[in-house]
């Protein structure tokens, strides 16, 4: 079981910046490794969108077109904080941006999957307005 708790969100100006922290823990940190990890967001009246994730197998960050070139995904060494560096944010960003994990889906995948996650936390809100 993993625990996965985010922080960092907040109101911000069309065009600024803000970076999220996702803090994971719990009896399975040793499984952490095998977990694509990653960051999903919701916005009122909306679906759930996958955002960006690490892939476990490989490494490498993946991200839905609509925020390529201006977040990025990073993780310390010891994989247990993930974080996102939101630039250039949008009025169309502002959503509750929760950090998940699973074990089954990885790279583009994780970001379809939204429904299917393991595990998730409870999100932080990213405003972005005027």
């Known amino acids: 079981q993993l625990q996965l708790v985010e922080s960092g969100g907040g109101l911000v100006q069309p065009g600024g910046s803000l970076r999220l922290s996702c803090a994971i823990s719990?009896?399975?940190?040793?499984?952490?490794?095998?977990?694509?990890i990653g960051w999903y967001r919701q916005a009122p009246g909306k679906e759930r969108e996958g955002v960006a994730c690490?892939?476990?197998?490989?490494?490498?960050?993946y991200y839905t077109k609509a925020v390529e070139g201006r977040f990025t995904i990073s993780r310390e060494n010891d994989k247990k904080t993930y974080y996102l560096q939101m630039n250039s944010l949008k009025p169309e960003d502002t959503a509750v941006y929760h950090c998940?994990?699973?074990?089954?889906?990885?790279?583009?995948?994780?970001?379809?999957?939204?429904?299917?996650?393991?595990?998730w936390g409870q999100g932080t809100q990213v405003t972005v307005s005027a």
């Open positions: 998940a994990a699973d074990p089954f889906y990885e790279n583009e995948r994780w970001l379809e999957m939204v429904n299917e996650y393991d595990y």
């Open positions: 690490i892939g476990s197998s490989n490494g490498q960050p």
């Open positions: 719990g009896p399975s940190e040793a499984s952490i490794p095998f977990y694509t």
